[in-house]
């Protein structure tokens, strides 16, 4: 059973910085892929940034230069460094696994970790 839990969410003021952590388990094949989604107040869930089965990074274009993704597979962790943080920012963001089945793509979610910046 694939089980993904964030942490590391909270207040902090403009400009400054957070760092999101995915603790997952579960997934017993290396084809998989995870990324950083997130929900801002009131609007549609976007996406924030993926870490691909190969190590590949990338990034949505609002946060590209101040976000950074990293993956330790061997702890089973994924980590989302925000910094220059801007009201923008705020939302819930959430840890996203996509993992290669025999029934196809399966898509895990986390329950998400709250990030506020006030304006």
């Known amino acids: 059973q694939v089980r993904l839990v964030e942490s590391g969410g909270g207040l902090v003021y403009p400009g400054g910085s957070l760092r999101l952590q995915c603790d997952y388990s579960g997934i017993i094949t290396s084809d998989y892929s995870m990324g950083w989604f997130r929900q801002p107040p009131g609007k549609q869930r976007e996406w924030v940034a993926t870490?691909?089965?190969?190590?590949?990074?990338s990034y949505a274009d609002s946060v590209k230069g101040r976000f950074t993704i990293a993956r330790n597979r061997g702890l089973g962790a994924m980590y989302l460094q925000m910094n220059n943080l801007t009201p923008e920012d705020s939302g819930d963001y959430y840890c996203n696994a996509r993992v290669e089945e025999f029934r196809g793509p399966q898509d895990y979610w986390g329950r998400g970790t709250r990030v506020t910046i006030p304006s």
């Open positions: 870490s691909a089965r190969d190590g590949a990074e």
